[in-house]
């Protein structure tokens, strides 16, 4: 008989491996330190620098893939942009890049993401994909404590064949890294806890530098990160530059590892 390649290993197998191995992680995480909402560069960033201190941190995304608006940079054109000091954790990242003009580089989109995912993987952060936010678990005095999920296709189907309960999640601490929907901001706010101002006109210069600086809580239990800043505090918006995500990702994750201490 002609020798195979493969261990002969068949469906039933495959099939039980992928269940165990997702309920086994599910389980662990419907309590973590920290979920993450949005698995952009500002989330992905966060959610590295969070998972390396041995946090527990679990990224929830929408999509199948990670990465938001961080593969494709500016205008479908793969290049992304970052203005110094954002070249510094280019380098933390191993992210070959180019100076384009004094203080000012240019990365390939696919390169920059990826090697920010796997970063995030390596250091231990898991994640949910094809998962959407859908409302907040807040407890006394409106604290919130973790979120409510659905499977992102329930959200596509019609309203009549859609009776599906969502899930919910505990965690010491959310960080909303949403992008300029500030999603899980927004869900304060449609019961007046919170009010956003909706991200201003573009002004790059002035945009990254207040996009860091307002990273922080925003309700109690509450951390808000990348854009979400912006749509939340009415800030300018930034374009196809990335420099203010990774450093609101860090500075988000500095945040919360105060608030767990
Ligand atoms: O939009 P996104 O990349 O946000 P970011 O980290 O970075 C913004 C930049 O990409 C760019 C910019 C500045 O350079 O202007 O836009 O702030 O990533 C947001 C992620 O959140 C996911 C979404 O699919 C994306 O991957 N997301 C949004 N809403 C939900 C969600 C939701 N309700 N549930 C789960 N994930």
């Known amino acids: 008989m002609k020798k195979r390649i493969f261990t002969p290993v068949g469906e039933k197998e495959v099939t039980r491996a992928i269940v165990s191995s997702f309920l086994k992680q599910f ?10 909402v949005g698995g952009g560069p500002s989330g992905l960033m966060a959610g590295r620098e969070l998972a390396k201190e041995g946090i527990k941190v679990l990224i929830v995304e929408r999509n199948n893939y990670l990465g938001g608006g961080f593969w494709i940079g500016g205008y479908l ?3 992304v942009t970052v203005r110094g000091p954002g070249e510094k954790v280019l380098e933390e990242l191993d992210i070959p890049y180019e100076e384009a003009t004094k203080g000012l580089y240019v990365a390939d989109g696919p390169h920059a993401c990826s090697k920010l995912i796997a970063s995030c993987c390596d250091a231990g952060a898991k994640f949910a994909n094809m998962t959407i936010f859908d409302d907040l678990i807040l407890r006394e005095e409106n604290r919130v404590a973790g979120v409510v999920i659905n499977w992102t296709p329930i959200s ?7 009776c599906v309960d969502p899930v919910a999640l505990e965690s010491k ?12 901001v927004r869900k304060l706010e449609e ?6 101002r909706g991200f201003g006109a573009m002004w790059v210069e002035r945009s990254e530098d207040l996009v860091v ?6 309700h109690p239990g509450l951390i808000v990160t990348g854009m979400a800043v912006a749509t939340t505090y009415g800030l300018p918006r930034m374009g196809p530059t990335f420099g203010a995500m990774l450093l609101s990702g860090k500075r988000a994750a500095e945040v919360a590892k105060k608030l767990l201490r």
């Open 213 to 218: 600086e307002h990273t922080g809580e925003a």
């Open 77 to 79: 054109m793969n290049k």
């Open 156 to 162: 596509a189907l019609p309203r009549e064949i859609t």
């Open 27 to 36: 389980t662990e995480y419907v309590e973590s330190d920290c979920i993450i």
């Open 173 to 184: 601490l959310v960080i909303d890294a949403t992008g300029h929907d500030a999603c899980v």
């Open 191 to 196: 019961r007046g806890l919170i009010k956003t």
